[in-house]
């Protein structure tokens, strides 16, 4: 860093300066000819220069004095500019003197005009004198990329809460949502490029960490100054670690598990989230795209493709990011269009299991208010897995699909209207077409303490059944006579308005619509028996499942004591599900004939929500936050599901209803800059639901108390973030027996509490880059019961309630088979998760690199189950190491990869039923083996 000028430091010192104010005036005005050629090449010099900047929420007065000893200049200030009541901030990451000016007097009223080279006076914009070449006027960042761009460059991304449009006096900044962590992206290498090149601009930013900017509460906000247990991942990252689905997060994010239950995937962080797969329970970590709720566990295998960032929020949020989040939330935005020229990606891959992929983008900026994003992902790739029985010669051999292979086409077309300073309209519309030649579930290890008939003893590989026999084949074959089928379409369209009131309030209206559809034909029993012994299928479709969003926001200005939003929000689903049971062998027939089971049911959710949140500075280092939410949630239901040989018919009209209050309050301290602290209450709600005509569920509800630290060192060089939680979780949801009859339902199982611990961290020091991070977490269950259906006979007709005393006929006696719960973890609830990334990079030459890196990740044991009295439901602890080897070139870079390098099997989930016993599941998922490849990309 270069030298610093004198600076002034004291507040008396700003008051000569003040007095001075009309002789600095009167000396900019009168600047000669000569002096301004002189002073002109001195700032043209001085503009290339970036510092370090790391200034916390204070006083103007004390900002100022912090900027300028960080930047070395000079402060002079007219007698009418008033520093002590204007609270700005926080400002961290690498900038020119122009640059951090501009940020940190964003909002205030005040501009900035240098009068030498080292000296700046600060003023009122309406005694914004004109511009001359002595004394440049304030200018925001360049909009070329600057080092806060997102992933592969793209810019302007304000999906999810960017207020920055800018004034009447200045050009907007079109900026992404989450300045990379990592300063100097693995896509470039920028020596030797044009100074307006996306990678020259990287590389100006120099080796420190860079600022991650977050914005899950509808405004930019630095992530080491937001009282949130969050991680935020860039797109440059994803790219750069092959981190393609939600489930790849696990292994990046501490307190966050994500398994696989089939056509479902399980989303929990500190064991809550979703542990029943029903289309009327809601997830408790809704998953949002470009700000649009997802609050279903189905469809969520969608691939990371032109991503800017992905936030994983962990704790209630029933604030401001929306109703049933009672675990948290994942925030995924796209890459915005911009303005900065035509740039964007492309990338090839090649690698084992015959995979092939080419995904990129490109920005097309039309005219000066219009600009467009196309970008694309498609992908095939041969199965993990080897279905035996196509080759063995039994009936089984005439099955021809190929279940695990993925054949997966993605595009997403952005546009960007932005006619004035003060109104833009952000239109996207994605297309997204799976087919994976159907799930792959095998049959799980017998369990020693079932009936021999039942589901969970009968065909297991490793079981007694002659329809097995294969497991000295290894685990990664399956053993089907049912030809596999899935395919899922997940077409999205969104639109964002943005307007600035007077007073820089923003109005924001989002609006959204979903649509999703799978189709599936699964081996329902995942193996070869036949219809004698219990073989059969499903047909499954769910579908069309229309999703119609709203949201309104009102958002005020970032700066001032009191800083405040507000808004509305709708949401309405229709999720209609066929699902047709046929024995193994049996003709299809219309509507189920001849079926074991036919389900035909309808869920129609609708979910309202007005919320708010107020900060208050208290002093300059000490702010309050405060925030509410009022939920207004409904469902109904239709349909029925019908059981043909007993002739039962289950009706599933119902309708339910809730209005529940959330919120939270927050007390935020910095210090001193660079040391942030907080402690919060929040409460959060998920809402109950319907089981069938005669029963339903109710809410669950969350309170959590955090005390955090995050803290900033070595000249932002070193960046931490430490948080402990106690978490009381009333009404756990969960399916099992119901002793009153009617097969497997929702309860509310009991409360529990959850209490833990999460640290990470993230270093660069020359061409060193670090990453870690560290969740410890201990959850007990209270006072509960339920019935381990698991352990019944095959025969047991599980419609039937639980025998009164005297009653033996039309009943059963489920008392020898009901376990306690009481200590029990939480489904889902590993009690320790790592993960580390280090990487160095070798420089080889102006314009060459090579960069090794090392990922390793581990996750606890945990079970799918709340029953964790056997093994079966077991979900043992694995270690995930990857390598990378990477050639960077100019805009170029050549990366071999290697995942799960050990091929280190585990069951990555536990889902699946065969309608007997009342299981809730028979079938486990195998994680991925050791993969590797090769892939190209270029960044332009």
Same mark, same amino acid.
């Not at 490109?362 to 196509?390: H, K, M, T, W, Y």
């Not at 035909?600 to 925030?627: C, D, E, K, N």
């Given at each position: ?14 008051i ?16 000669g ?8 090449? $001195? ?20 900002? &100022? ?5 960080? /930047? ?33 007097? @964003?909002?205030?009223g ?18 914004? !004198? ?97 009282? /949130?247990?969050?991680?935020? $991942? ?5 790219l750069?670690?092959?981190? %393609?689905?939600?489930?790849? &997060? ?38 949002y795209?470009?700000?649009l ?9 969608? !691939?990371f ?8 929020l ?25 303005f ?24 097309? !900026? ?12 498609? #992908?095939?790739?041969?199965s ?6 196509q080759?063995i ?13 993925i054949?997966?086409?993605?595009f ?17 519309? #994605?297309?997204?077409?799976l ?43 399956? %053993? ?5 089928m899935?395919?899922?379409r ?12 007077p ?23 995942a ?21 119609y ?10 700066t ?20 047709? #049971?046929?024995?193994y ?15 035909? $049911?309808?869920?129609? /959710? ?6 708010g +949140?107020?900060?208050?500075q ?31 018919v ?10 529940? !209050? ?22 959060g ?49 969960? +399916? ?28 660069r ?8 991070g ?24 599980t419609? &039937? ?32 998760q ?14 060459q ?17 709340i ?25 170029? +870079?050549? +990366? ?31 994680g ?10 270029? @960044?332009?």
């Amino acid at each position: 860093m270069p030298t610093a000028h004198p600076v002034y430091t004291k507040p008396t010192q700003f008051i000569r300066i003040v007095a001075r104010g009309y002789v600095v005036a009167a000396f900019i005005a009168g600047l000669g000819s000569a002096s301004v050629d002189a002073s002109s090449a $001195i700032e043209t010099s001085m503009q290339q220069v970036r510092w370090q900047v790391s200034i916390g929420r204070l006083s103007l007065n004390d900002a &100022l004095t912090q900027l300028a000893r960080q /930047v070395g200049i000079q402060i002079a200030r007219f007698s009418d500019v008033d520093s002590t009541s204007i609270v700005v901030g926080p400002v961290s990451g690498s900038y020119t003197r122009e640059e951090a000016l501009t940020v940190l007097l @964003k909002g205030t009223g005040l501009t900035y005009r240098f009068v030498n080279d080292h000296t700046v006076a600060i003023i009122r914009q309406s005694a914004n !004198p004109p511009a001359t070449s002595a004394s440049p006027a304030a200018q925001p960042p360049p909009t070329s990329p600057s080092p806060d761009s997102g992933a592969n460059g793209a810019g302007n991304n304000t999906s999810q809460g960017d207020t920055n449009m800018g004034s009447a006096s200045e050009k907007p900044k079109h900026q992404t949502l989450l300045s990379r962590l990592l300063g100097l992206s693995a896509l470039c290498s920028a020596a030797a490029l044009p100074p307006g090149h996306a990678c020259a601009q990287e590389a100006a930013a120099g080796d420190a960490l860079q600022e991650v900017v977050v914005t899950a509460e509808r405004r930019n906000a630095d992530i080491q100054t937001t009282s /949130v247990s969050v991680t935020a $991942i860039s797109g440059s990252e994803l790219l750069d670690k092959h981190i %393609d689905v939600i489930a790849d &997060l696990e292994t990046q994010v501490p307190g966050l598990s994500v398994t696989d239950s089939g056509f479902t995937q399980n989303i929990n962080i500190r064991g809550m989230g979703n542990s029943t797969a029903s289309p009327t329970v809601t997830t408790g970590v809704p998953v949002y795209r470009d700000g649009l709720y997802q609050p279903e566990a189905i469809l969520l295998t969608e !691939p990371f493709y032109d991503i800017a960032d992905v936030e994983v929020l962990r704790g209630p949020q029933g604030t401001i990011v929306g109703q049933n989040s009672t675990g948290g939330a994942l925030v995924i935005t796209s890459a915005n269009p911009n303005f900065d020229g035509v740039n964007g990606f492309a990338e090839v891959l090649g690698g084992s299991y015959q995979e092939r992929k080419v995904d990129g983008a490109v920005n097309l !900026p039309i005219n000066d208010v219009l600009a467009a994003r196309v970008a694309f992902n498609i #992908e095939d790739r041969g199965s993990f897995f080897e279905d035996i029985g196509q080759n063995i010669g039994q009936a089984s051999a005439q099955v021809s699909s190929y279940p695990g292979q993925i054949d997966e086409r993605n595009f997403r077309v952005g546009l960007l209207f932005k006619p004035t300073d003060n109104f833009q309209a952000l239109f996207k519309v #994605e297309i997204n077409d799976l087919s994976t030649g159907g799930l792959t579930p095998r049959p799980l290890p017998p369990c020693p303490i079932c009936a021999p008939d039942s589901s969970f003893y009968q065909y297991g590989y490793n079981g007694p059944s002659i329809y097995n026999g294969f497991q000295n084949l290894g685990i990664y074959q399956l %053993d089907y006579n049912t030809p596999e089928m899935q395919n899922d379409r997940a077409d999205r369209f969104s639109l964002e308005l943005r307007y600035i009131l007077p007073g820089d309030i923003t109005l924001r209206s989002l609006s959204g619509y979903q649509n999703l559809y799978e189709q599936r034909v699964d081996d329902a029993d995942a193996s070869a028996a036949p219809v004698g012994a219990g073989g059969s299928f499903w047909e499954h479709t769910i579908g069309p499942d229309p999703y119609y969003s709203q949201e309104f926001d009102l958002i005020s200005p970032d700066t001032g004591k009191l800083t405040w939003m507000t808004g509305a929000s709708y949401f309405w689903r229709s999720t209609p599900v066929e699902l047709v #049971e046929y024995p193994y062998g049996a003709p299809v027939e219309p509507n189920g004939a001849g079926a074991n089971v036919d389900v035909h $049911i309808g869920t129609h /959710v609708r979910l309202a929500g007005l919320f708010g +949140q107020l900060s208050y500075q208290i002093a300059p280092s000490l702010q309050i936050q405060a925030g509410a939410r009022l939920n207004a949630d409904g469902e109904s239901t239709s349909g029925a599901i019908t059981i043909p040989g007993p002739g039962i018919v289950l009706s599933n009209v119902g309708d339910y209803s809730k209005d529940v !209050p959330t919120g939270k309050v927050s007390l935020n301290w910095t210090p001193i800059a660079g040391q942030f602290l907080y402690a919060f209450w929040a409460r959060g709600f998920k809402d109950g639901g319907i089981n069938n005509a005669l029963s339903d569920f109710k809410p669950e509800y969350v309170n959590d108390y955090e005390l955090g630290w995050k803290g900033d060192f070595f000249g932002g060089h070193f960046r931490t973030q430490l948080g402990g939680y106690y978490m009381q979780y009333y009404g756990m949801q969960q +399916q099992v027996l119901n002793p009153l009859g009617g097969g497997n339902t929702v309860i509310n199982l009991g409360n529990s509490t959850i209490e833990g611990l999460e640290w990470s961290a993230q270093a660069r020091l020359g061409g060193w880059i670090a990453n870690a991070g560290i969740a410890l977490n201990h959850s007990a269950l209270g006072n509960a019961k339920a019935i381990a259906a698991y352990e019944l006979s095959a025969a047991i007709n599980t419609n &039937l309630p639980q025998c009164a005393p005297g009653q033996a006929a039309g009943c059963n006696n489920y008392l020898p088979y009901t376990l306690s719960l009481n200590g029990e973890a939480n489904p889902y609830s590993p009690t320790f998760q790592g993960n580390v990334s280090v990487s160095y990079a070798f420089t080889i030459s102006d314009t060459q690199t090579v960069t090794p890196r090392v990922d390793y990740s581990y996750t606890g044991k945990q079970y799918a189950s709340i029953f964790q009295n056997t093994d079966f439901y077991l979900l043992s602890a694995r270690n995930l190491l990857g390598l990378y080897l990477s050639y960077d070139y100019r805009a170029w +870079q050549i +990366q071999a990869f290697m995942h799960n390098v050990t091929n280190e099997v585990y069951i990555a989930g536990i889902g699946g039923a065969t309608g007997t016993a009342g299981s809730s599941g028979t079938d486990a998922f195998y994680g991925d083996p050791r993969t590797f490849g090769i892939s190209i990309k270029t @960044k332009f």
